[in-house]
């Protein structure tokens, strides 16, 4: 079984900077793509970046290009977000997410609430 637990999100002004950590234990982390997502009040969840098992390829929503980074840390199982130039609507819960096969995310963390004012 797998846990992931997101933690450091928070309140921040616009334009600011805030770096998500997501901790996983269980099954072999490091085999593993991770991604991050998130979903706003009354929105759809949707998809905020993508690191492959390796760390080498990296993927994007448009919407944050430029501005954040996921990058993990295979021997300390942990996957990280950097948030730079935060805007107001980058607020949403924000949730780590292990893809095990095919296309689909398996497992899933509780979220970290992550607020931007303007």
């Known amino acids: 079984q797998v846990q992931l637990v997101e933690s450091g999100g928070g309140l921040v002004q616009a334009g600011g900077s805030l770096r998500l950590s997501c901790a996983a234990s269980?099954?072999?982390?490091?085999?593993?793509?991770m991604g991050w997502f998130r979903q706003a009040p009354g929105k759809e969840r949707e998809f905020v970046a993508a690191i492959s098992w390796s760390g080498g390829s990296t993927a994007y929503a448009d919407s944050v290009k430029g501005r954040f980074t996921i990058s993990r840390d295979n021997a300390k199982k942990m996957v990280y977000l950097q948030m730079n130039s935060l805007k107001p609507e980058d607020t949403a819960v924000y949730y780590c997410?292990?893809?095990?096969?095919?296309?689909?995310?398996?497992?899933w963390g509780q979220g970290t609430q992550v607020t931007v004012s303007s």
């Open positions: 269980g099954r072999t982390f490091s085999s593993y793509p």
């Open positions: 997410a292990q893809k095990l096969s095919g296309n689909t995310y398996d497992y």
